[in-house]
């Protein structure tokens, strides 16, 4: 049997979260755990938290491995109310050797310099001892488990993924483009009106790139407005990714191969399918990436009224016939200044599209500088 690591998908697709759950450990010796969080609020300074535990009769209450003991949503009992300004949070199961199990509930609130909070959050545990077992004819270990919780679990950061555009890129950018985006309402809105203002310079150059065309993304920028130079899907997602991240906005670079292609040689590089280069946006707005194929003149995808979508969602979706159909795209046309949702599969590109998108495609994510 092959194990499929989802975990590297998690990895790949962080959002921000005002409490999250980086780690949970065993304590060394004793029955408990030790509790990580992180914070992505604004000006984060501390968690406030409480922890509460119950013994309760299993049996008599008919709640073996049924659920929790205590309702979700309770505020933190600011009399109880402990600090952690790290994030790491200890609870010890104070009746440990009780042949009872016992319920432990963790309410937990992040809260900024400027004295906001957030919600507060919620974590279960549950422990069932080994006596407990043993009561019952059974070897079975004793064992402490969340039982039910909505702090998420994290595993990196949105900005691992972005680039940080010095400031030199930053003052070009916001000359450029500053009073383009100024227009939009949210931040994909914003990166649409980029998106929409480089596709008006940049395609009619869509072609093959000389090898003489190098330096910085801005610079190749310069370098397509003499109009003695064609560019390809990398120049595009170069450019993109550069000046949304100098204008604030999240981006990222990813490319896409074929898992069977063969490496070049003599003189050749057989490609199952052909390679591509994209983008993805991070929407503060709606906390979560967005795929933008410039190249391919789409602003987003959506499923059915679900969306704008990622790329591995897309790949998932298109590379399906039975979801494909439900796919729609916002494309531009840079030629008439307007744009139109449209099945996926009526998009001006969408040969070159079902070619990138397919079975079989691995993506490659850069992480930011």
Request: net charge neutral; proline share 5%; aromatic share 10%.
């Given at each position: 049997?092959?194990q499929?690591?989802?975990?590297s ?5 962080p ?7 980086a780690?949970?450990?065993r ?6 755990v ?19 535990q119950?013994?309760?009769d ?6 073996f ?16 109310t ?5 994030g ?15 319920d ?16 507060t ?12 077992y ?7 270990a ?21 680039g ?7 003052r ?7 009073a383009?985006?100024?227009?939009g ?18 395609a ?15 610079e ?16 595009f997602?170069g ?14 670079r990813?490319s896409?191969?074929?898992?069977r292609?063969?490496?070049p ?5 057989l490609?199952v399918?052909?390679?591509h ?47 494909a ?45």
């Amino acid at each position: 049997m092959k194990q499929i690591d989802t975990e590297s998908y998690w990895q790949f697709y962080p959002r921000r979260e005002d409490v999250a759950l980086a780690s949970v450990t065993r304590l060394p010796g004793e029955a408990g755990v030790k509790i990580n969080l992180r914070s992505d609020m604004p000006e984060f300074s501390r968690f406030m938290y409480t922890v509460s535990q119950h013994v309760f009769d299993d049996r008599k209450d008919g709640r073996f491995f049924t659920g929790r003991h205590v309702e979700a949503g309770a505020e933190v009992d600011e009399s109880r109310t402990l600090e952690s300004s790290d994030g790491e949070i200890v609870v010890a199961i104070e009746n440990a050797h009780s042949p009872l199990p016992t319920d432990i509930a963790l309410r937990v609130q992040a809260v900024s310099s400027r004295g906001v909070s957030s919600k507060t959050h919620s974590l279960f545990l549950q422990y069932y001892p080994r006596r407990l077992y043993e009561g019952r004819g059974s070897s079975h270990a004793a064992v402490l488990e969340i039982r039910d919780t909505d702090i998420p679990l994290t595993y990196g950061h949105v900005e691992d993924w972005t680039g940080r555009p010095g400031e030199e890129s930053v003052r070009y950018a916001r000359e450029k483009w500053g009073a383009v985006i100024a227009g939009g309402s949210s931040d994909y809105e914003a990166a649409a009106l980029l998106a929409k203002s480089l596709l008006d310079v940049m395609a009619p150059h869509h072609g093959v790139p000389p090898d003489n065309l190098k330096g910085t993304p801005f610079e190749q920028y310069e370098l397509l407005l003499s109009g003695n130079y064609k560019c390809a899907c990398g120049q595009f997602a170069g450019i993109f990714c550069e000046a949304a991240n100098a204008l604030g906005i999240p981006c990222r670079r990813i490319s896409i191969h074929h898992e069977r292609d063969v490496l070049p040689k003599d003189g050749y590089h057989l490609m199952v399918a052909p390679g591509h280069a994209t983008t993805e946006i991070f929407s503060r707005s709606l906390n979560r990436w967005i795929w933008m194929g410039l190249s391919l003149r789409v602003l987003g995808v959506y499923l059915n009224e679900t969306g704008p979508i990622h790329s591995m969602e897309l790949l998932h979706f298109a590379s399906d016939p039975v979801w494909a159909k439900h796919l729609t795209a916002v494309e531009y046309d840079p030629a008439a200044r307007r744009e139109r949702r449209v099945p996926i599969a009526e998009i001006r590109c969408a040969a070159m599209f079902k070619a990138y998108y397919k079975a079989g495609q691995q993506f490659r994510y850069f992480r930011g500088k």
